[in-house]
């Protein structure tokens, strides 16, 4: 009997003792319901690649009696998509320890940053640096998350707070990026806080971030954020910048309802926003609001467990009402210094009562499609990146449940090896 001709690809992905493909749900689109339980998991599994995309998964026999090409063995390990992080602040020049100390002795984070603490010490920090300084601190900190599996970040800046320093920092994202292997989309968030100088005058620094730093960042960003909260950008201030941003092609993002009820997430439906971010402090209209939308609500718990809160995001209100619900670090120097969405995962399944399953969809599709990247990244379906990540744990199911440490052992960016942990 003729044997059949076996397609030649770049390079097969083998040793995928579990594979993880999620490619059970559709391809694209935030995954809500039923839907958020789909993973697709196939034992002794393998990927087969071609010019940095996925051409097929499947079974190792089924993969190799296919496709003929050189092969990289994962070391037996459980194999899924590169994780997506959608929010989070990597532009800062220093850390903030001594907080996280005056923190342990009772200091509220709201009184810290009433007086001069806070983001303003990040942006004095950010200030005082030079591009130069700060494209290698941000390199720095987006590396890391290479390391922990992250294959797609979301990229803030927001410590600049004058025009200069804020494209400054979208310029330090955009040149460390280009070093990397990572998809890096970029959020302007000149609105993250009102400078010292403003305190009295807040609507002037809204008139000054709209008249002043939208045109000046444009082509340097995709996004816009707001840290919408009562005693930052009220609701009135908030919808003024979003609306501005909009009026510009910029997608929004929004901080809201973290530390007080203010109608963030009401306000980022009505904009059609890409995301509502935070919300411990989210109403029963605005949870019904996301169910019915199609802004993602990114829920942080990493910076309400760091911040010692007793209150976190309502996740399973959210999941069982149908909104589309993702997880992220919210990596940044003061609230929650952390790369490692496992970690996240952890913090998701304990604080938040979330599934393995809801959690893992949390930190790969949902997150992509909040970016409006899900046809590329999120899940191994043919023709998106070859975006992998291979952990060291007996299965899946022990994501979430090993706390502590880092089970990334083996980062796949575009079907290129780029971090093997010794």
Known sequence: MRRMQREAVDRLFVGCRELLTLGEGPATGARRRVAKDSLEVIADGAVAVQDGRVVATGTRADVEARFEAESIDLGDRVVMPGFVD???????????????????????????????????????????????????????????FVEHGTTTVEAKSGYGLTTADEVKSLRAIRRAAEGLPLTVRSTFLGAHEVPMEYRARRDAYVDLVIEEMLPAVEGLCEACDVFAEPKVFDLRQSRRILEAAKSRGLGLRVHADEIEPMGGAELAVELGAESADHLPQVSEAGIAALASSDTTAVLLPGTSFYLGKPKHAPARRLLDAGAAVALSTDLNPGSCHTWSLPLIVTLGCVLLHMTPEECITAITINPA?????????????PGKRADLVALDLPSWRGLGYLFGGNPAAVTVKDGEVVHRRA
Not at 107 to 113: K, L, R
Not at 121 to 141: F, G, K, M, Y
Not at 369 to 381: P, Q
């Open 86 to 144: 959608c929010h989070t602040h990597p532009a800062f020049a220093a850390t903030r320890e001594a907080e996280f100390h005056l923190r342990c002795q009772g200091a509220d984070y709201m009184e810290i940053a009433a007086a001069g603490g806070g983001i303003l010490s990040s942006v004095r920090a950010v200030q005082a640096a030079s591009e130069d300084e700060l494209t290698e601190h941000t390199r720095r900190h987006l590396a890391r």
């Open 369 to 381: 499609a909040s970016l409006r990247l899900d046809r590329e990244v999120g899940s191994l379906h």
